[in-house]
């Protein structure tokens, strides 16, 4: 049997009550006491129930992240920079996905208390929202922020794509277009306006929320079947990009001589596609720290908390799936 909160007691000369004091800072004592307390507990290498200090301090430390899916390296990338910071502040982290996970189950693992709650994509937010509290802290990507992540790295790509003798360039989107966190659309489109391209609305394919291989395969055999020129091609993440890759190479379509393509989340996997994938990188890692400190904002009022934004700006990585327009 370990060692109990009475073992502690018993050396240090103070009830278990006094015990629980000093360790869960939950009342003061006296220095006196608190020392003795202290030094019995780490001379008997006591280590307190994490339940049983929930329970007296009302915290679990447990906070929980909402995907959408993990089989996107992006959201993994996420929940590393805030497990990075989280596990430095004591907290565990489990991950849900809206993907695989049924909405009972995701009551249930919220029931049990979460101190926190972080919701990794804006546009999740919405899906969550019937199982979170109202006074639950909770983080995510706000609208102003992902202004300014994005919009700058658009525009670059936007300008590659004109300098590269792009015209008409079709947008591919995991979401529906009159989504209110699609700030990628919207910057796209501000852009596209900017450099006198065309917005012909045959370019735009709408989304159903889904955003992975699959989905961006569909996208590009619907753009296809449309028969409106394009010769570019903005895919909203990675994976979709990859996905219309392999539907423009079955129908003979070589990149980038025939379709200029780029994607956005700068994954890993981008630069070992065939040919490497311009992309937009998100730096997904600094955004997860962010995430997790402005939860901690929340969650402990008034401590100073790093702000990381100037770390979140995204930026255009310029691959060999992009090129000039073939002249015929």
Request: glycine share 8%.
């Amino acid at each position: 049997m370990g060692v109990t909160r009475e073992d502690v007691a018993r050396m240090a000369g103070v009830s278990g009550t006094t015990v629980s004091y000093v360790l869960n800072g939950t009342k003061a004592v006296t220095p006196e006491v608190r020392q003795r307390v202290l030094e019995a507990a780490e001379k008997l290498k006591y280590q307190p129930s994490l339940l049983a200090r929930g329970l007296a301090t009302k915290e679990t430390k447990q906070i929980a992240i909402l995907v959408k899916s993990l089989q996107n390296p992006y959201y993994s990338a996420i929940h590393e920079g805030v497990q990075s910071v989280a596990a430095r502040e004591g907290y565990i982290v489990s991950v849900l996905s809206s993907h695989n996970s049924p909405a009972e189950n995701m009551n249930t693992m919220l029931a049990r208390g979460m101190d926190g709650v972080i919701v990794a994509a804006a546009s999740s937010l919405r899906e969550f929202e019937d199982f979170l509290k109202p006074s639950s802290p909770m983080a995510f990507v706000s609208g102003e922020v992902a202004v300014h992540f994005y919009r700058e790295a658009v525009f670059d790509m936007v300008s590659t794509f004109y300098c590269l003798g792009h015209r008409r360039v079709a947008f591919l989107s995991g979401l529906a277009m009159n989504n209110p966190s699609h700030y990628r659309y919207r910057d796209f489109v501000d852009a596209l306006h900017t450099y006198g391209m065309n917005t012909n609305p045959e370019l735009f394919v709408d989304g159903d929320g889904m955003t992975d291989e699959e989905s961006g395969y569909r996208a590009a055999d619907i753009l296809l079947k449309r028969g409106v020129p394009f010769t570019g091609v903005f895919a909203t993440n990675d994976l979709m990009a990859m996905g219309a890759m392999k539907r423009f190479w079955e129908e003979g379509l070589r990149i980038p001589e025939h379709i200029s393509i780029c994607g956005c989340d700068g994954i890993t996997a981008s630069a070992y596609t065939a040919p490497p994938l311009s992309t937009l990188h998100c730096h997904a890692v600094n955004l997860g720290a962010y995430l997790m400190y402005q939860l901690l904002e929340k969650m402990q009022p008034g401590r100073s908390i790093p702000h990381l934004q100037q770390q979140l700006q995204a930026e255009f990585v310029l691959r060999d799936s992009m090129g000039p327009v073939l002249r015929k």
